[in-house]
């Protein structure tokens, strides 16, 4: 399965600008997005975490040098959405997951260069799109300094998991400490009390429509874990997995699970990029149940 995933998305690996990068569709002139591409970036950093398999680094590496040409002057910093066609705004999406990505870099190479960067990254962020009052991040910013103030659950998940990164390699509590404050805004906005028929209990569960979006942010949740050991969000997490596999969420026929649900609306269609959220969560937790924790 790791060679077919392997394979068939060096497939779309395209050549515009003198740069190499995964675009939309297999041939040069199609839309390349940044953000696209630094999440296949860390699931490469992390498949050669598990196989030292030198493959998989190369192209995470590939995916880090095309980000570092989305960092330009405007916005004081911070990286682009989008490169073709030609798009000028900085996204939290797109910068938060690089710096991840810069911190994971640096723990399987050691090389500076990528430590630094993140903790740019880092700064940026904070600096230009963080709300002072809750510690979430907004979506992007313009060249002429105009903030979107939509905040997405992912968006504030790629920087706690930035800062619990940077917090293991420095040492530096600041980190940390942000970390836990992201925390706290994120489960109180994204997470509701609910009282389950199906598991007899009460519980803070997922409140939002879009499972991807819960899955990234859960990597943050997750590292913050590692490091405090308090289960509080764990647990939302896996009750609220608990609930839907349990619920009128899973669809009995397929075991596909529905999006719309955790909103309290009727599912008619199903995306993969909605079920492949669910899966990680799902196997987050196993993994998490594998080493006892």
Not at 5 to 20: G, H, P, V
Not at 43 to 58: H, I, K, P, V, W
Not at 73 to 82: C, E, H, K, V
Not at 275 to 292: I, R, S
Request: glycine content about 6%; hydrophobic content about 35%; proline content about 2%.
């Amino acid at each position: 399965m790791t060679d077919r995933m392997y394979n068939s998305i060096n497939r779309f690996i395209t050549t515009d600008n003198n740069l190499k990068a995964y675009a939309v569709y297999p041939q040069n002139g199609n839309q390349r997005f940044y953000d696209d591409n630094v999440w296949i970036g860390l699931d490469m950093a992390e498949l050669y975490s598990q196989t030292g398999e030198n493959r998989f680094l190369e192209k995470a590496e590939m995916v880090w040098d095309y980000l570092m040409v989305g960092i330009t002057s405007s916005a004081g910093g911070g990286i682009l959405w989008r490169e073709i066609p030609a798009y000028s705004n900085k996204h939290t999406c797109s910068t938060a997951p690089a710096a991840v990505l810069g911190c994971k870099l640096y723990e399987i190479t050691k090389e500076e260069k990528y430590l630094n960067k993140a903790k740019e990254l880092y700064a940026w962020l904070k600096q230009y799109l963080q709300d002072p009052s809750d510690h979430l991040f907004y979506d992007n910013i313009t060249p002429g300094m105009v903030v979107d103030k939509a905040k997405y659950s992912y968006n504030s998940g790629q920087p706690m998991q930035a800062a619990c990164l940077l917090y293991n390699i420095t040492g530096e509590q600041k980190y940390l400490e942000d970390a836990a404050q992201i925390a706290i805004s994120a489960h109180r906005r994204w997470f509701s009390l609910y009282n389950s028929k199906e598991l007899g209990e009460e519980f803070y569960r997922i409140n939002g429509d879009h499972a991807w979006f819960f899955a990234i942010m859960f990597r943050g949740f997750i590292e913050l874990y590692k490091i405090d050991n308090r289960r509080t969000y764990i647990n939302s997490f896996e009750k609220s997995m608990l609930q839907a596999w349990e619920s009128e969420c899973r669809d009995r026929a397929t075991n596909l699970l529905s999006n719309r649900y955790f909103v309290n609306q009727t599912q008619t269609s199903w995306e993969v990029l909605h079920e492949g959220g669910f899966v990680e969560m799902l196997a987050q937790l196993a993994a998490l149940e594998k080493e006892g924790l």
